[in-house]
């Protein structure tokens, strides 16, 4: 798909200037990786659109001899995710490593004393949440192992929304594309040139088969990146998202799905006792020591 | 023709609270600048220090009678005198803090004189800005005389967003002629990168504007030094400029990388011929302006 049809689906008001875009980006992701004195960026690659592009973001401002993916699939992920992941590590000449988890993620679920589920839906997602958490590790101790910093691979919209698991893919080091709304996250791939077959199928987080996405929100990220724009980004009310035209129901579940994740999006929260309490008033930027 | 002023702005990427690491790097900048007979280095807010300083404030300020005593060593080793300016944390006599610009001139003979020190006016304290939290708001605007350049003023990033400052700036001087040069100095991160026509983000795109109209509108050239690199998820713009009274640029460095952008600006040239044509300012009046901002002042206190 060119950037032009990407954009034909989407409302001029989120459409971004590629070009200054990737400059940001790259920009960014050079001096946060290079300032705590390494040169490498880790990137677990799922066969999406959004490790795609942070895979291709990386490359650009690392070089491809900097850049590692790790591409980590399940016995029941989709066998076009690990090809699709694969497209994108010869298509940017990127190192990379093919690691199962289904050994670890049977081998706990196997165990006696893991909480069965009553309910197939929690079940579907206590293992999701599992195999997310389990890939984690495995970035993190690639990271440790090769200098690397984990790179970040979570969009605005999932991030807004919560949708996403807590210390699994949420996680990384630093994370060029969680300004991006994912209908923007489709037009840099777009413009970069991320595979076809990556930005024609359906977003999906493949922790069980037949998952989407859109199928599990109710809702296209088309709809939610336009709620959220005016939301977030305008700072409107719900009663004037609202009157816009937009469905009652689709402006009200966006807003209560951004109010109840705000915990996804902060630290641990740690109950004040002294004069200077981390993350109140001990104050300094990450950047700080570097 | 006048005589040109050679001016570098040195759009850098400080490190943050590395502050040895940052004063070495202007001094090296100083040194190639004065080899190549520069009159004017102008380094970005907060050269010194970098700007997401948060509570790491205290640790990095400084008296400002200091920067003269680093900088003698240097002035001693110079053929000619050389002008710089520079953003600092200032330490005040009561050890509060504000961020700061220095105009300095170093002279061959060793001495170092303090022109001209700005505590930034307008702390931005909304959005992503939390400066009001960090540091004490100056409480002046005052133009001053400076080697070369003439009648100068010295703005910091969000004083050039208040019309005021530059406006009361250009008219702070005998007869009330003011400033002819604007030397703002800036750490703007970029957002906003929704247009599709031009390369460039909203916020340069605004500045952009912002120097051009006090370019224009106060007959004065406009210097106008930016800073690049990242701190935390702040991308600096860069995309430091100079204007002259014409609204043309004499020179414009790239976003987001560093640049020297080096300059012969005809000063006196460039405000003679703006006084010739369209003559900013000229009209102004001065009576008025206080009278009624007295009156909106004094009704303002009533209501």
């Known amino acids: 798909m060119t950037l032009e049809e990407v954009r034909a689906e989407i409302p001029p008001f989120l459409h971004i200037n590629c070009e200054v875009v990737e400059k940001m980006l790259t920009t960014f992701l050079r001096y946060e990786v290079r300032r705590v004195g390494l040169q490498r960026g880790i990137v677990g690659l799922s066969g999406g659109i959004d490790s795609a592009l942070s895979a291709f973001l990386a490359t650009k401002a690392l070089g491809p001899e900097n850049v590692i993916a790790l591409l980590m699939p399940y016995r029941t992920s989709h066998p076009s995710s690990l090809e699709d992941a694969k497209r994108v590590v010869e298509q940017l000449g990127i190192h990379h490593f093919v690691i199962d988890i289904t050994p670890q993620i049977d081998a706990y679920f196997d165990n006696p004393w ?4 009553e309910d197939e839906e929690k079940w579907k997602l206590r293992r999701g949440n599992k195999m997310a ?25 999932e991030l807004l929304l919560g949708y996403g698991t807590l210390y699994g893919d949420m996680a990384s080091a630093i994370n060029p594309i969680g300004d991006l709304y994912k209908t923007q996250v ?23 088969v037949g998952q989407t996405d859109e199928a599990q929100l109710g809702y296209t990220y088309n709809e939610i990146d336009q709620v959220l724009y005016h939301l977030v980004d305008q700072r409107w009310s719900v009663e004037e998202v609202e009157a816009l035209g937009y469905p009652s129901p689709l402006v009200r579940d966006v807003w209560r799905r951004l109010q109840t994740s705000q915990f996804k999006r902060h630290l641990p929260v740690i109950a004040k006792i002294s004069a200077r309490t981390i993350d109140r008033d001990f104050r300094y930027a990450r950047d700080w020591g570097y | 023709m006048s005589m040109p002023v050679k001016v570098l702005l040195a759009q850098i990427a400080p490190r943050l609270g590395r502050w040895e690491e940052n004063w070495e790097r202007h001094r090296e900048i100083l040194r190639e600048a004065a080899e190549r007979g520069v009159d004017l280095v102008i380094f970005p807010e907060l050269s010194l220090t970098g700007y997401m300083l948060k509570d790491f404030v205290p640790e990095v300020a400084v008296h400002r009678e200091v920067l003269a005593t680093w900088l003698e060593p240097m002035a001693g080793e110079l053929e000619k005198p050389l002008s710089v300016v520079i953003g600092f944390v200032e330490r005040s006599t009561a050890h509060r803090y504000y961020n700061a610009a220095a105009f300095l001139h170093l002279s061959p003979s060793g001495t170092v004189r303090l022109v001209h020190v700005h505590r930034k006016v307008y702390l931005p304290t909304y959005g992503m800005f939390d400066e009001m939290r960090y540091w004490r708001a100056g409480r002046e605007f005052r133009a001053f005389e400076a080697p070369l350049l003439g009648r100068c003023g010295l703005l910091i990033c969000e004083d050039l967003w208040h019309l005021t400052s530059p406006y009361l700036l250009s008219l702070d001087g005998p007869g009330l002629e003011g400033a002819r040069c604007l030397i703002g100095i800036a750490n703007s991160p970029a957002r906003g990168a929704t247009d599709l026509q031009r390369f460039t983000t909203a916020n340069a795109e605004i500045w952009r504007m912002l120097n051009r109209i006090y370019a224009l509108l106060l007959g004065c050239v406009v210097f106008h030094c930016q800073r690049v690199g990242v701190e935390d998820n702040f991308i600096f713009t860069g995309g430091s400029e100079i204007v002259v009274p014409t609204g043309e640029t004499l020179g414009q460095a790239p976003l987001f990388e560093e640049a020297f952008l080096e300059a012969e600006v005809h000063v006196e040239d460039w405000v003679r011929r703006a006084q010739n044509q369209t003559p900013p300012m000229v009209l102004e009046n001065v009576d008025l302006v206080l009278r009624e901002l007295e009156r909106i002042h004094r009704e303002a206190n009533e209501g």
Not at chain 1, 143 to 153: K, M
Not at chain 1, 186 to 208: E, F, H
């Open chain 1, 186 to 208: 489709r037009q840099m791939a777009a413009y970069l040139g991320v595979p076809d077959s990556i930005l024609r199928k359906p977003p999906t987080a493949d922790l069980w």
């Open chain 1, 114 to 117: 893991v909480p069965r589920e």
């Open chain 1, 133 to 157: 958490r389990e890939r984690m590790t495995i970035l993190y101790d690639f990271s440790a192992a090769f200098n690397g910093l984990v790179i970040g691979t979570s969009n605005k919209s």
